[in-house]
Structures are given as C-alpha cells and as structure tokens.
C-alpha cells in the first residue's frame, strides 16, 4: 500500500473508524440501521461511532436484557454487512 488513504472513497485516512463508520460508501447504512432500531424499539439513540461499531449504547435507556440484546445483534449484523459491502466493492 503506498498510502493510508481509504482504499474506497479515496477521500480520508482509513482508520478503522472511517472505513467502519465515516465512509460515505457505508455511512448512511448507519442511519438506516440506528433508524430502524429507534422505530422498533420506541427509543432515540444517535449515531455514533461506539453504538455503531462496538454497540456500546452511551447512557441507560431502561431496555430489558432482551432488547439489549437484540439492540447488539442489529449493531453486529450490520458491521457484517458493513465488511460485505467493502470486499464487493474491491
């Protein structure tokens, strides 16, 4: 590699949180994503880089463990499609 440029948009360093999260190629994915969690679940989370690479939610929201949990697998599935997105796109 002969630079750090993000090998997609070409346009920022890639780190992983730009090619996880700041990419315009994945970035409105998390919109969607975090979008369809807050319709589902009646809560307002934002976007943001921990909730949608880590799924670490930023302050109690009074979730049950179940939805909790399903608020982790959404974010985890997503990070799949995220990686699926950047090898189809090689």
């Keep these: 590699i002969s ?10 360093r ?5 090619m996880f999260y700041e ?14 969690i807050n319709n589902a679940l009646q809560v307002k989370l934002r976007e943001n880089p921990a909730l949608c690479i880590l799924g ?3 302050r109690k929201i009074g979730l049950s463990q179940q939805l909790l949990s399903l608020n982790r697998q959404v974010t985890s599935g997503s990070k799949h499609v ?3 997105i950047f090898i189809r796109l090689k």
Excluded: F, M, P, Y
């Excluded at 890639?14 to 730009?18: A, K, Q």
């Excluded at 990419?23 to 369809?36: K, N």
């Design 14 to 18: 890639g780190t992983l949180i730009h």
């Design 56 to 58: 670490i939610l930023q």
């Design 23 to 36: 990419c315009d190629v994945v970035h409105s994915l998390w919109g969607a994503v975090i979008q369809c």
């Design 3 to 12: 630079n750090d440029r993000c090998w997609r948009c070409d346009k920022e």
């Design 82 to 84: 995220v990686l699926s």
